[in-house]
């Protein structure tokens, strides 16, 4: 992997390393994490692998395994739906924050995403085009308490395998959900704003419901 960000000349630490193989399918949940096979897959040094490791499972995101040694942590249905009651929680308040502090240019431009989005038929564009439109409405709360909270947020959600885009009924859904999402906000509608940010969170929870039950079969 390469240790600078796809989005700048910034050097990822090897934490970040380990979070990205996680997000991108290179590291699975129940695959071992052995320092000195990671140390050479990705070209550091085993005492700073070893310290991203202590911080993944203090995280909760590696566990020991049945061997010696950590594995990539699973998460469970309960689990799952903790950090999504979490993550529709943040979503209102972001929602909240973002009517009231988000410029006429930071609407347009999740209007020109949303436009983009509709061209879109493959599932991983679609997946990584869903992250940056998040993360766009996040920015425009201009709070970066908040922003903090769904980075460690998505950090946990990184655990998840496949994406809620390889079901075709979702993925026409999201899109109307994200077009209502920058109606509401483009009205300066709070209440219609939260009410659009959650229905899409509760509906991409009942989508990965969907997905986790196709994995396991």
Same mark, same amino acid.
């Given at each position: 992997?390469?240790?600078?960000?796809?989005?700048?000349?910034?050097?990822?630490? /090897?934490?970040?390393?380990?979070?990205?193989? %996680? &997000?991108?399918?290179?590291?699975?949940?129940?695959?071992?994490? $052995?320092? %000195? !096979?990671?140390?050479?897959?990705?070209?550091?040094?085993?005492?700073?692998?070893?310290?991203?490791?202590?911080? +993944?499972?203090?995280? @909760?995101?590696?566990? /020991?395994? /049945?061997? !010696?040694?950590?594995?990539?942590?699973?998460?469970?249905y309960e689990r799952l739906r903790?950090?999504?009651?979490?993550?529709?929680?943040?979503?209102? +308040?972001?929602? $909240?924050?973002?009517?009231?502090?988000?410029?006429?240019?930071?609407?347009?431009?999740?209007?020109?995403?949303?436009?983009?989005?509709?061209?879109?038929?493959?599932?991983?564009?679609? =997946?990584? =085009?869903?992250?940056?439109? =998040?993360?766009? %409405?996040?920015?425009?709360?201009?709070?970066?308490?908040?922003? &903090?909270?769904?980075?460690?947020?998505? %950090?946990?959600?990184?655990?998840?395998?496949?994406?809620?885009?390889?079901?075709?009924? !979702?993925?026409?859904?999201?899109?109307?959900? =994200? $077009?209502?999402?920058?109606?509401? +906000?483009?009205?300066?509608?709070?209440?219609?704003? $939260?009410?659009? @940010?959650?229905?899409?969170?509760?509906?991409?929870?009942?989508? !990965?419901?969907?997905?986790?039950?196709?994995?396991?079969?």
């Amino acid at each position: 992997m390469n240790l600078k960000s796809a989005d700048a000349d910034v050097t990822l630490s /090897p934490f970040e390393v380990l979070i990205a193989a %996680i &997000e991108r399918g290179e590291l699975q949940p129940g695959e071992r994490l $052995q320092e %000195i !096979r990671l140390a050479e897959q990705f070209g550091i040094s085993r005492t700073p692998i070893r310290e991203a490791l202590h911080r +993944l499972e203090t995280l @909760g995101l590696a566990e /020991p395994g /049945p061997k !010696r040694g950590l594995i990539v942590a699973s998460l469970s249905y309960e689990r799952l739906r903790q950090l999504f009651a979490v993550r529709e929680g943040l979503e209102r +308040l972001a929602m $909240q924050l973002a009517v009231a502090a988000a410029s006429d240019e930071e609407i347009a431009l999740l209007q020109d995403m949303v436009n983009t989005e509709k061209t879109l038929t493959d599932s991983k564009a679609l =997946h990584d =085009h869903n992250r940056m439109f =998040h993360r766009q %409405i996040y920015r425009s709360t201009h709070n970066p308490y908040l922003n &903090e909270m769904l980075d460690n947020l998505r %950090i946990h959600l990184s655990l998840l395998r496949g994406t809620t885009y390889a079901l075709s009924d !979702r993925t026409e859904e999201a899109k109307l959900e =994200h $077009q209502a999402i920058v109606d509401a +906000l483009s009205r300066r509608d709070s209440e219609a704003a $939260q009410e659009a @940010g959650c229905l899409h969170i509760r509906n991409g929870y009942r989508a !990965r419901l969907a997905i986790v039950s196709q994995l396991e079969r």
